[in-house]
C-alpha cells in the first residue's frame, strides 16, 4: 500500500520538479547577464523551492540552526553527503550566504537550472580524473567566494552514500578549500535520511520519508587549521549521526 501510495505523489511531484527546473533555468539566463547577485538570488530560489516540492512526497525536514549562523555572511560548510538533495536544503535554508559548491563536470551539462547554475554561478565543476585541474577549481572558487564573502560547501567524502553509512574523508580537495578560503569560519554540518529519497532513483521517491539536519556554531579559523577543521567536523556528523541512529 505504501508503495502504490509513493508512486501515487512521485508522479506530480516528478511533473512540478520538471516545471520547476525550466522556468528557474528561464529567469537565471535573463538576469545572469546583468547581476551575479541577481542570478544567486534566483537560484537561492530555486533550491528552497526544489526543497518545498519534497512535500508532496510526505517529506519532513527537521532543522536544527542555531543563531550564531548570520544571513549575507561567508562560511565554510563541511557535511557529510547523502543524496542531490543535500543541495538544495543548504542552499534553501542558508538563502542569502549564497554557497557555492564543488560537482563533477558531468553536472555542467543538460540538466535545466542545475548546469546553468554549476557553471555560471561561481561553482567548482571538477574532473575527477584529473587531480591537479580538480585542486585548481576548487582553490579558485574558494578564493572568488572568500573575497565576495558568501559561502562554499565541501562533501569530504567525495560522492553520496547509498545507504546513508559515513565514508571515509578524502583530505587533498577539503584542505586545499579551507587553506584558500582560510578567513570564513567552519560550520560543521550533518544531515542523515536524505539517502532514502533516491535509493530508488525517484521510482518512486518513498512517501513520508524523514530527513533531519543539523547546522553547528561557525568555528573561527587560525593559520594552517584545514586538518584540526575537518577532524572537528567529522567528529561533529559522526555524533550527531549516532544520535539520530539511537534506539528510543
Known amino acids: 500500500m505504501k ?4 508512486w501515487i505523489t512521485t508522479i506530480p511531484f516528478l511533473l ?3 516545471v520547476v527546473l525550466v522556468i528557474f533555468d528561464l529567469a537565471g539566463r535573463a538576469v545572469r547577464p546583468f547581476s551575479l547577485r541577481a542570478f544567486e538570488y534566483v537560484m537561492a530560489a530555486l533550491q528552497r523551492t526544489l526543497t518545498a516540492l519534497f512535500l508532496i512526497c510526505g517529506t519532513r525536514v527537521h532543522i536544527e540552526r542555531p543563531d550564531t549562523i548570520r544571513p549575507r555572511t561567508g562560511y565554510a560548510i563541511i557535511s557529510n553527503h547523502q543524496s542531490l538533495f543535500d543541495i538544495a536544503i543548504i542552499g534553501g535554508m542558508l538563502f542569502t550566504n549564497f554557497p557555492k559548491y564543488v560537482a563533477k563536470k558531468e553536472l555542467g551539462k543538460g540538466i535545466p537550472s542545475i548546469s546553468l547554475n554549476l557553471k555560471r554561478g561561481g561553482n567548482a565543476l571538477i574532473d575527477r580524473d584529473d587531480r591537479r585541474q580538480a585542486i585548481r577549481a576548487i582553490r579558485d572558487m574558494a578564493r572568488t567566494a572568500q573575497n565576495r564573502n558568501v559561502s562554499v560547501v565541501i562533501f569530504p567524502e567525495g560522492t553520496r552514500s547509498r545507504d546513508g553509512a559515513l565514508g571515509e574523508f578524502k583530505r587533498a580537495g577539503s584542505i ?11 560550520v560543521p554540518m550533518a544531515i542523515d535520511g536524505a539517502w532514502k529519497l533516491l535509493r530508488h532513483n525517484m521510482k518512486p521517491v518513498p512517501f ?4 533531519r539536519v543539523r547546522f553547528g556554531d561557525p568555528v573561527e579559523r587560525f593559520p594552517d587549521d584545514g586538518e584540526a577543521m575537518l577532524v572537528h567536523a567529522e567528529k561533529f556528523i ?3 549521526l549516532e544520535e539520530w541512529r539511537r534506539p528510543g
Open 3 to 6: 508503495r502504490i501510495l509513493a
Open 16 to 18: 512540478s520538479f520538471g
Open 176 to 186: 586545499a578549500l579551507l587553506r584558500q578560503a582560510e578567513s570564513l569560519p567552519v
Open 208 to 211: 513520508g520519508t524523514t530527513v
Open 238 to 240: 559522526t555524533a550527531a
